[in-house]
Protein backbone atom coordinates (compact mmCIF):
# COMPACT_ATOMS: atom_id res chain seq x y z
CA UNK A 1 0.00 0.00 0.00
CA UNK A 2 1.48 3.30 -0.89
CA UNK A 3 1.42 5.84 1.52
CA UNK A 4 1.74 10.19 1.39
CA UNK A 5 2.33 12.06 4.13
CA UNK A 6 2.41 16.07 3.94
CA UNK A 7 4.13 18.36 5.94
CA UNK A 8 4.60 22.45 6.81
CA UNK A 9 1.64 23.73 5.82
CA UNK A 10 0.65 26.83 8.82
CA UNK A 11 0.01 30.15 8.68
CA UNK A 12 1.73 33.31 7.29
CA UNK A 13 1.09 36.69 5.96
CA UNK A 14 1.37 38.18 2.66
CA UNK A 15 4.86 37.73 1.43
CA UNK A 16 6.06 35.19 3.56
CA UNK A 17 7.05 32.07 2.50
CA UNK A 18 6.55 28.05 3.20
CA UNK A 19 8.14 24.93 2.01
CA UNK A 20 5.50 21.62 1.86
CA UNK A 21 7.42 18.48 1.91
CA UNK A 22 5.63 15.10 0.72
CA UNK A 23 7.09 11.60 1.56
CA UNK A 24 6.16 8.46 -0.32
CA UNK A 25 6.36 4.89 0.90
CA UNK A 26 4.83 1.92 0.30
CA UNK A 27 5.18 -1.07 -1.44
CA UNK A 28 4.77 -1.52 -5.15
CA UNK A 29 4.89 1.87 -5.92
CA UNK A 30 5.97 2.39 -9.35
CA UNK A 31 4.91 6.16 -10.37
CA UNK A 32 6.23 8.21 -12.65
CA UNK A 33 6.30 11.67 -10.46
CA UNK A 34 4.39 13.72 -7.71
CA UNK A 35 1.99 16.14 -8.18
CA UNK A 36 0.93 18.65 -6.08
CA UNK A 37 -3.07 20.01 -6.15
CA UNK A 38 -4.89 22.14 -3.41
CA UNK A 39 -8.12 22.67 -2.66
CA UNK A 40 -10.36 25.44 -1.03
CA UNK A 41 -14.32 24.97 -0.05
CA UNK A 42 -16.83 24.83 -2.97
CA UNK A 43 -14.13 24.40 -5.76
CA UNK A 44 -12.73 21.88 -7.57
CA UNK A 45 -8.93 20.47 -6.20
CA UNK A 46 -6.38 22.57 -8.75
CA UNK A 47 -2.99 21.75 -10.05
CA UNK A 48 0.01 23.55 -9.08
CA UNK A 49 3.02 21.79 -9.79
CA UNK A 50 4.47 18.52 -10.60
CA UNK A 51 7.70 16.69 -10.81
CA UNK A 52 9.23 13.52 -12.24
CA UNK A 53 11.48 11.21 -10.37
CA UNK A 54 13.54 10.65 -12.79
CA UNK A 55 15.31 13.86 -14.66
CA UNK A 56 13.29 16.22 -12.14
CA UNK A 57 11.32 17.45 -14.94
CA UNK A 58 9.07 20.44 -13.06
CA UNK A 59 5.74 22.44 -14.46
CA UNK A 60 3.56 24.74 -12.52
CA UNK A 61 0.24 26.11 -12.84
CA UNK A 62 0.53 29.81 -14.13
CA UNK A 63 -0.52 31.33 -11.22
CA UNK A 64 2.35 29.87 -9.27
CA UNK A 65 4.97 30.09 -11.64
CA UNK A 66 7.80 32.12 -10.80
CA UNK A 67 6.71 32.14 -6.79
CA UNK A 68 6.63 28.53 -5.95
CA UNK A 69 9.10 25.38 -6.88
CA UNK A 70 9.03 21.91 -6.62
CA UNK A 71 11.90 19.67 -6.30
CA UNK A 72 12.63 15.84 -5.52
CA UNK A 73 14.98 13.90 -3.20
CA UNK A 74 14.51 10.38 -5.03
CA UNK A 75 16.99 9.41 -2.49
CA UNK A 76 14.12 9.63 0.64
CA UNK A 77 11.50 9.37 -1.66
CA UNK A 78 10.46 12.83 -0.73
CA UNK A 79 9.51 16.11 -2.98
CA UNK A 80 9.32 19.31 -1.19
CA UNK A 81 7.26 22.25 -2.38
CA UNK A 82 8.95 25.76 -1.94
CA UNK A 83 6.30 28.42 -1.73
CA UNK A 84 7.48 32.06 -1.84
CA UNK A 85 5.80 35.63 -1.77
CA UNK A 86 2.53 33.84 -0.96
CA UNK A 87 -0.80 35.87 -1.82
CA UNK A 88 -4.18 35.36 0.53
CA UNK A 89 -5.36 33.32 -2.83
CA UNK A 90 -2.72 30.73 -2.06
CA UNK A 91 -4.63 29.89 1.25
CA UNK A 92 -6.08 26.52 0.65
CA UNK A 93 -5.71 22.62 1.71
CA UNK A 94 -2.52 21.37 -0.24
CA UNK A 95 -1.97 17.52 -1.17
CA UNK A 96 0.47 15.84 -3.05
CA UNK A 97 -0.12 12.63 -5.22
CA UNK A 98 1.87 9.90 -6.49
CA UNK A 99 1.46 8.66 -10.11
CA UNK A 100 2.23 9.28 -13.49
CA UNK A 101 3.47 13.26 -12.74
CA UNK A 102 0.51 14.63 -14.81
CA UNK A 103 -1.31 17.85 -14.53
CA UNK A 104 -4.58 16.46 -14.13
CA UNK A 105 -6.27 15.19 -10.70
CA UNK A 106 -7.64 12.37 -12.44
CA UNK A 107 -4.46 10.67 -13.20
CA UNK A 108 -3.44 10.40 -9.39
CA UNK A 109 -4.47 7.23 -8.08
CA UNK A 110 -2.77 7.59 -4.51
CA UNK A 111 -3.11 10.55 -2.43
CA UNK A 112 -2.08 12.60 1.15
CA UNK A 113 -4.07 13.77 3.57
CA UNK A 114 -3.41 17.36 2.82
CA UNK A 115 -2.17 20.23 5.02
CA UNK A 116 -3.69 23.71 5.54
CA UNK A 117 -2.12 26.63 4.25
CA UNK A 118 -3.08 30.34 5.26
CA UNK A 119 -2.05 33.44 4.05
CA UNK A 120 -3.34 36.68 5.85
CA UNK A 121 -3.58 39.89 3.52
Known amino acids: QVQLVESGGGLVQAGESLRLSCAVSGRGFSGSGVGWFRQTPGKEREFVARVTWAGGYASYADSVKGRFTISRDSDKNTVHLQMNSLKPEDTAVYYC??????????????WGQGTQVTVSS
Open 97 to 110: AAGPGSSSVRDYDY
